[in-house]
């Protein structure tokens, strides 16, 4: 008896995991994805509400496709006029390519030679008392436009894509611009750092 309550409660947890785990998505042309439970839709908006309980009414044109007891369904249409220049699959692989980028490039690199080198120039900045160094963080940020962005294979959990030119030009947009925000922000927050750092430093020498 025991043991077969056991059980119960057992596939009772699987049933609740599963459950939990079955959301409903929606995929943004932009390549981002929205979780929660989809209430209505028409030809021309969604009704949907997120994990927070948020409800947003989305309109269609906007939607690549979306995602109902584990089934997509695409939305999303061929058509010129509507500025859709993109056929259905070239248009899935290029959204494909954008949503990995989000959920998956992260310019590590990028972010970390950002705060050495704003807070280098921050330094110097304040030890010159000169401000010709402000535009040091949009000369760092076209800078790092110069390199290729690497897809990080080892995090995608499917590679099929991969030789897919319009799955790599999702993907470059959206690595390409999170890794330039990233520049921008982290060598700002660099140079504030090491302006006050300079401060400090050379504050105490006098």
Do not use: W
């Amino acid at each position: 008896m025991i043991k077969k309550f056991n059980i119960l409660i057992l596939l009772t947890i699987c049933l609740i995991a599963f459950s939990a785990n079955a959301q409903d998505k929606i995929l943004f042309l932009n390549g981002k994805v929205l979780e929660g439970s989809l209430i209505e839709k028409t030809d021309y908006e969604f009704t949907f509400k997120d994990k927070k309980d948020h409800q947003f009414i989305i309109d269609k044109y906007r939607i690549f496709s979306y995602i109902q007891n584990n089934k997509e369904s695409i939305v999303y249409e061929f058509d010129t006029l509507s500025g859709n220049f993109l056929k259905v699959k070239d248009m899935q692989m290029f959204v494909y390519g954008e949503r990995d980028a989000y959920q998956t490039f992260k310019p590590r690199a990028t972010n970390i030679g950002g705060l050495v080198f704003g807070g280098a120039v921050g330094f110097i900045m304040q030890r010159d008392q000169s401000f010709l160094y402000i535009p040091a963080p949009l000369v760092y940020t076209a800078f790092t436009l110069l390199f290729p962005t690497k897809v990080n294979q080892k995090k995608l959990t499917d590679t099929k894509y991969l030789k897919e030119d319009e799955y790599l030009r999702g993907y470059e947009r959206i690595a390409r611009s999170k890794r330039t925000q990233g520049a921008l922000k982290t060598s700002v927050i660099g140079m504030a750092a090491g302006f006050l750092i300079g401060v400090i430093v050379n504050g105490n020498k006098d």
